[in-house]
Antibody, heavy 119, light 110 residues
């Protein structure tokens, strides 16, 4: 079964760091483009970052310079390292897989992991 | 990277059709044919409904259709059903490997 499971969220103080994980099963993260999307409480979806099969990475302006996306092919997992966290980074963070038949769409999503930035 | 503009809510009776608009700019919606739509039920992860403006993934009912004209895209749900009540988000590729989501629309089945 194709599945994504996120973990690593929690309560963190402003200025702190956190690493989110997205464990994939049923497909190889190295062969697909993978993304992180977040959703603030009661809010809409916001694109955060993407990593392509070639390893190139891109970020939304709101997180550029603070977040880093990476992957470990040996454990089939994608990561999001978050530093200098702000209150506005509070959100449910989803990991999603790029749809094979589309240039830019995401067909498999995890259940999300909640990040709360508060003192 | 400003969010695409969607109506806050739309509603319709069972069997009717509703259309959700998604307005962007020439730098996103108008510049690329890479608009996708996602359905999100409360407490659930988003689900891909439409990609590449008007294509449906396998398993998505043909009641869902997408289109684009200029800087605006649309999602139409024909033959509205109770299970279609959800939040819907458009998403557009915005160049330089970035993308932007819409503000979201709540669809209510009356």
């Amino acid at each position: 079964e194709v599945q994504l499971v996120e973990s690593g969220g929690g309560l963190i103080q402003p200025g702190g760091s956190l690493r989110l994980s997205c464990a994939a099963s049923g497909f190889k993260v190295s062969s697909n483009y993978m993304t992180w999307v977040r959703q603030a409480p009661g809010g809409g979806l916001e694109w955060v970052s993407v990593i392509y099969s070639a390893g190139d990475t891109y970020y939304a302006d709101a997180v550029k310079g603070r977040f880093t996306i990476s992957r470990d092919n040996s454990v089939n997992t994608v990561y999001l390292q978050m530093t200098s966290l702000k209150a506005e980074d509070t959100a449910l963070y989803y990991c999603a897989k790029g749809y094979t038949y589309a240039y830019d769409a995401f067909d498999i999503w995890g259940q999300g992991t909640l990040v709360t930035v508060s003192s | 990277q400003s969010a695409l503009t969607q109506p806050r809510s739309v509603s319709g009776s069972p069997g009717q059709s509703v259309t959700i608009s998604c307005t962007g700019t020439s730098s996103d919606v108008g510049g690329f044919d890479y608009v996708s739509w996602y359905q999100q039920h409360p407490g659930k992860a988003p689900k891909l409904m439409i990609y590449d403006v008007s294509k449906r993934p396998s398993g998505v009912p043909d009641r869902f259709s997408g289109s684009k004209s200029g800087n605006a895209a649309s999602l139409t749900i024909s033959g509205l059903q109770a299970e279609d009540e959800a939040d819907y988000y458009c998403c557009s590729y915005a160049g330089r490997y970035t993308r932007v989501f819409g503000t979201g629309t709540k669809v209510t089945v009356l």
